[in-house]
């Protein structure tokens, strides 16, 4: 499953449970309660650390979705822009050169993630402790924020930005987040929810 059709149905099952799809302060405030999350589970040593990350990368294709942005374009973009790769449109589909006449589609996340990593040891950034990775990813959040609150141009790469740290962390502790993050949207689909006290949905 391309990202591109995975962030499709994460803003179907948010409409389908009603859940908020115009305040993106809102999707902010989530997205830092998931990251929180994630952090906690690595922490404790859980085994939902993956599932927790799922859920970070997930609200975020929500904000992509949201605004009309496909994620998956504007990762390639930025890791041509940040890592020297060439990039081509190709019958409408992004297309990737990593070397002279080698030629591949537009990554699962699980390929993408890898090459993420491989470029950070090339560059020498790739030992970087969990808690450097998250801090890291904090304020990649709030980069992001600000463009969209300033409407500063840079929203997409921002949102790609995020996407890149969540992945780093993820290739890391060999956590597949691609998978991880389709057997999150099927477990939600299930989910049951209901509004709390404040008007917020809360699962059951």
């Known amino acids: 499953m391309q990202m591109k059709d995975i962030q499709n149905e994460i803003l179907e099952n948010k409409r389908r449970h009603n859940f908020n799809t115009t305040n993106l302060e809102e999707e902010f405030c989530y997205l830092y309660g998931e990251i929180r999350e994630a952090y906690e589970a690595y922490c404790e040593g859980w085994d939902t650390f993956g599932e927790e990350l799922a859920d970070s990368v997930n609200f975020l294709m929500g904000i992509a979705e949201i605004k009309g942005i496909d994620l ?14 060439t990039l081509q449109q190709t019958n409408g589909i992004v297309m990737k050169l990593n070397a002279p006449g080698l030629q591949h589609d537009a990554r699962l996340m699980k390929d993408i993630q890898r090459e993420i990593h491989e470029k950070e040891v090339e560059l020498g950034s790739g030992n970087a402790s969990v808690e450097q990775m998250f801090c890291n990813l904090y304020g990649k959040v709030g980069e992001a924020y600000e463009a969209y609150y300033k409407n500063l141009g840079t929203f997409e790469k921002e949102l790609a930005n995020i996407a890149i740290c969540i992945m780093s ?9 691609g998978a991880e993050s389709v057997k999150k949207v099927e477990k939600n689909k299930s989910r049951v929810y209901k509004k709390n006290a404040l008007g917020y949905m809360v699962h059951l």
């Open 72 to 85: 998956a374009t504007e990762i390639l973009k930025r890791m041509a822009e940040i890592g020297g790769y």
């Open 169 to 177: 962390i993820a290739e890391n502790n060999g956590i597949d987040l």
